[in-house]
């Protein structure tokens, strides 16, 4: 079936530090890709996403390029501030049956501090 | 136009008491999604409904669980006789009218649940 695996968390970051959060999947079909952030007490909020190969997702300074040669889909952000701190999800969508599901990775969370 | 809510945020229910999670979809949008998240862990797919139909239920444990998405009033998913492990959150997405595969689904904030 299905799956979606991100890297381990907790991470810790300085403010304006380099970010890269890594998600490969593993899915039949051509699914679509996303990037879900929960902030604390919150629900999810769609971050960014990818519908096919090569596209690039962006969003609030984020980025995700959907490379289906390694089926990554690894988010990214140049500079990262305080107030990113959250859990992170990524996510897929297959295009087949049962195509409203999504499948969640675990979450990283990251903390950013000043 | 208001996004998906979803009520009580926050739920305590002693072992044996029935629970009942509400969620009213974003307007306009006539199909619901209920996911579960156990902690430390992504979300799971739990049960998909249109208005009065349930489409897939796959994720739903086979007893004490149950939705129903009636033609007025929020969809509701109802726990009964709750025990421990049933302690998670519980997120309730929505979506418009088919719209094929790239439709976004909204989440609601969730209702989280611990059983005590």
């Known amino acids: 079936g299905d799956s979606v695996t991100q890297m381990e968390g907790p991470v810790t970051l300085s403010e304006e530090a380099f970010l890269t959060i890594n998600c490969t999947y593993t899915a039949t079909g051509y699914p679509s890709l996303f990037w879900y952030v929960q902030y604390p007490g919150e629900g999810l909020q769609l971050l960014l996403k990818?519908?096919?190969?090569?596209d690039k997702g962006s969003n609030k300074g984020f980025e995700a390029t959907y490379r289906k040669e390694t089926t990554s889909f690894h988010l990214e952000k140049g500079s990262v501030q305080v107030s990113d701190s959250a859990v992170y999800f990524c996510a897929l969508r297959n295009s087949g049956a049962g195509s409203y599901q999504l499948t969640f990775g675990k979450g990283t969370k990251l903390s950013v501090i000043p | 136009n208001a996004g998906v809510m979803q009520n009580p945020r926050h739920l305590v229910r002693r072992r044996g008491q029935e629970a009942r999670l509400r969620c009213s979809p974003m307007?306009?949008?006539?199909?619901v999604y209920w996911y579960r998240q156990l902690p430390e862990e992504g979300l799971k797919f739990m049960v998909y409904?249109?208005?009065?139909?349930?489409?897939?239920e796959s994720g739903m444990p086979k007893e004490r669980f149950s939705a129903e998405f009636p033609k007025e009033g929020p969809s509701i998913l109802r726990i009964q006789q709750v025990v421990r492990g049933d302690s998670a959150a519980y997120f309730c997405?929505?979506?418009?009218?088919?719209?094929?595969?790239?439709?976004?689904?909204?989440f609601g904030q969730g209702t989280r649940l611990t059983v005590v």
């Open positions: 997405a929505s979506s418009p009218p088919d719209g094929g595969g790239n439709t976004e689904a909204f």
């Open positions: 990818a519908t096919k190969a090569d």
């Open positions: 409904l249109q208005k009065e139909n349930i489409i897939d």
């Open positions: 307007k306009g949008h006539s199909h």
